[in-house]
């Protein structure tokens, strides 16, 4: 996470009282993955390396590990993701036509990075409903950092916002760079959350 932002911007939120209700096993990856800082750009996530146990996970359909999740696949991509794997976590949106899924498939090119291909998804999504929760979070986060000049328009505007990722990762040394990037690992984290709501815990084999 960059020096100049405050971890408290990024608190993750209480857990859902799914939870404790999930086998132990998942309890602790996705404990494990809950406040990583995602960075702008996929080249700097952390090296995949002692994550076997999420790519065992993943060979598993994503909603037999999500079960009752509002969007299982983004749930399993965001875990993906999280970990450093991210041609994995390409690949399990990269047929997706739900809302949820091309938001995810949006967010994966944004850090690829191609923001051409990030705008085109995030066309597909349409005016996705976490959108007002995105805005709130990038609001606070700017807040703390009132001379970077970072200022928001009454909606959340992806494609505004793919522009500025752009110019945070040319001009690292901007100090309107650290605080875009804490924005976006914001929002990866909003989405998770949000794909993992209604989350249920596996039926008990017969």
């Not at 809950?34 to 790519?55: F, G, Q, W, Y």
């Not at 999500?66 to 994995?88: I, K, Q, T, V």
């Not at 001379?147 to 752009?166: H, I, K, L, M, Q």
């Not at 100090?175 to 909003?190: D, F, G, N, Q, Y």
Request: hydrophobic share 40%; proline share 10%.
């Amino acid at each position: 996470m960059p020096a100049d932002v405050s971890e408290d911007s990024l608190a993750p939120q209480p857990l859902d009282s799914w939870h404790d209700a999930l086998p132990a096993s998942l309890q602790t990856l996705i404990g494990r993955y809950r406040d990583v800082p995602i960075p702008l750009d996929r080249s700097n996530l952390p090296h995949a390396v002692s994550t076997s146990d999420v790519l065992a996970l993943a060979r598993r359909p994503p909603a037999v590990i999500f079960p009752g999740a509002r969007c299982p696949e983004g749930a399993l991509a965001g875990l993906l993701l999280f970990a450093g794997h991210w041609s994995s976590a390409h690949k399990i949106v990269d047929d997706s036509e739900t809302p949820d899924g091309c938001y995810w498939h949006a967010l994966v090119h944004r850090m690829e990075p191609d923001a051409a291909n990030s705008g085109y998804w995030f066309g597909q999504a349409g005016r996705h409903p976490l959108f007002p929760a995105v805005l709130d979070a990038a609001r606070r986060v700017a807040a703390q950092h009132p001379d970077a000049g970072v200022r928001f328009e009454s909606e959340w505007n992806p494609s505004a916002f793919n522009g500025w990722c752009e110019e945070a990762r040319q001009k690292p040394q901007l100090p309107r760079s650290s605080v875009i990037a804490a924005i976006h690992s914001a929002e990866c984290h909003l989405l998770w959350n949000y794909s993992l709501e209604g989350l249920q815990a596996e039926k008990p084999r017969a």
